[in-house]
């Protein structure tokens, strides 16, 4: 057995123990380990919390698209570049509605909304609240993305019902100042320990394929799982190509078999998180899709589009899904 990567039973007998504590060389053995090992670790991790043959189907929504403030480097909607997009205002409640009711024929059990601020105007807020009772009224689960958020204005969003805060770490601290310098890594963390005091559940993950190294995706798998509590949702995205901002220059794609090795150990290091395969699924094949299901990914995007670019279509999902023997709203 490899140094330092020994499987820790609790008290229990099972070896799904929640630590905070990980050291960044403990990630590295595991991401390290023999493709099988690792395999194994992470399969019976997954099956002590979740059932192996689920997964977890959201859907998105730009509800107010581009003219970002922010200066994020991999963003299509950010004012520093030009990508091209019609910037547009806030949406109105009814046609949120009239979307996320959409998306729950379609299959999704989770309804994110998505805005393209730095942080919410109380004004906004109110909006949004309206949103997010109404979409909940629908009997989904609803979750928003706003940028930063004061500790007053979780509270709002929590009484308003919201289940799930969506907030990015990104990537590690090492590469973050490549890729945004706009806000800090420690303006991101003080939000999500707001969202977590109003007693809201959190989202966070980042984005992989940017041009950052193995070391700096397990340190932000690190960051992530040394959060006081896990994120209940965990996103891995895969850069989605947007021509005309910074990150188009930088932008490589991870070798498919580290991609499913770092899907691997987020599962392992945060064992009751639901690790989603967020962006970027279009690129990549229906048996690397498969390998990161298997390696504890269980929750998937669904829809044609994401905010601003492509997801798979919906019926190469349920095609996939299906072989799979994958339950999910979808299939
Ligand atoms: N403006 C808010 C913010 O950044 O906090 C919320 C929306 S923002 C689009 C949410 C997250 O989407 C970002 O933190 C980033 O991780 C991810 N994202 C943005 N553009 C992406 C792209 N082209 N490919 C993959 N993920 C992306
Ligand atoms: C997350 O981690 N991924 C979603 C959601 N949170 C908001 C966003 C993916 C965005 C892809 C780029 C776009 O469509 O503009
Ligand atoms: Fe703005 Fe969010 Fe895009 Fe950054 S990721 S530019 S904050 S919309």
Request: charged share 25%; with cysteine; proline share 4%.
């Amino acid at each position: 057995m490899v140094h330092g990567v020994g499987v820790q039973r609790n008290e229990n007998g099972n070896s799904a123990t929640v630590r905070s504590d990980w050291e960044r060389a403990e990630a590295e053995a595991l991401y390290g380990l023999p493709f099988a090992d690792l395999m194994f670790r992470a399969q019976s991790v997954h099956r002590e919390s979740f059932d192996p043959n689920h997964i977890e189907t959201a859907s998105l929504l730009s509800i107010k698209t581009g003219g970002c403030p922010e200066d994020c480097g991999y963003c299509a909607q950010s004012a520093y570049y030009d990508t091209g997009l019609k910037a547009s205002r806030l949406m109105a409640r009814t046609d949120v509605v009239a979307t996320a009711q959409r998306a729950k024929d379609a299959g999704a059990s989770r309804f994110c909304m998505a805005a393209a601020w730095r942080n919410p105007k109380d004004r906004d807020l109110d909006q949004v609240c309206e949103m997010v009772s109404a979409v909940k009224a629908l009997g989904m689960e609803t979750c928003v993305t706003l940028g930063m958020l004061t500790l007053g204005q979780a509270a709002r969003l929590a009484e308003a019902g919201l289940d799930f805060y969506n907030h990015n770490v990104d990537t590690s601290p090492e590469f973050y100042g490549r890729v945004i310098t706009t806000r800090t890594l420690q303006d991101r963390i003080d939000t999500l320990a707001h969202v977590r005091e109003a007693g809201i559940k959190v989202c966070s993950g980042g984005i992989i394929g940017m041009g950052e190294r193995a070391e700096d995706r397990l340190g932000m798998l690190v960051l992530l799982a040394n959060l006081r509590k896990h994120p209940e949702s965990v996103p891995i995205n895969l850069w989605n190509e947007v021509k005309g901002v910074p990150v188009y220059a930088t932008a490589e794609r991870p070798d498919p078999i580290a991609q499913v090795r770092l899907v691997a150990t987020a599962r392992i290091m945060m064992p009751k998180s639901v690790v989603r395969l967020s962006a970027g699924r279009q690129y990549i094949t229906d048996e690397l899709q498969a390998l990161c299901f298997l390696a504890g990914a269980n929750s998937i995007f669904i829809g044609d589009v994401l905010l601003t670019t492509e997801n798979p279509k919906s019926d190469r999902d349920a095609d996939l899904l299906n072989r799979l023997g994958i339950t999910s709203g979808l299939a």
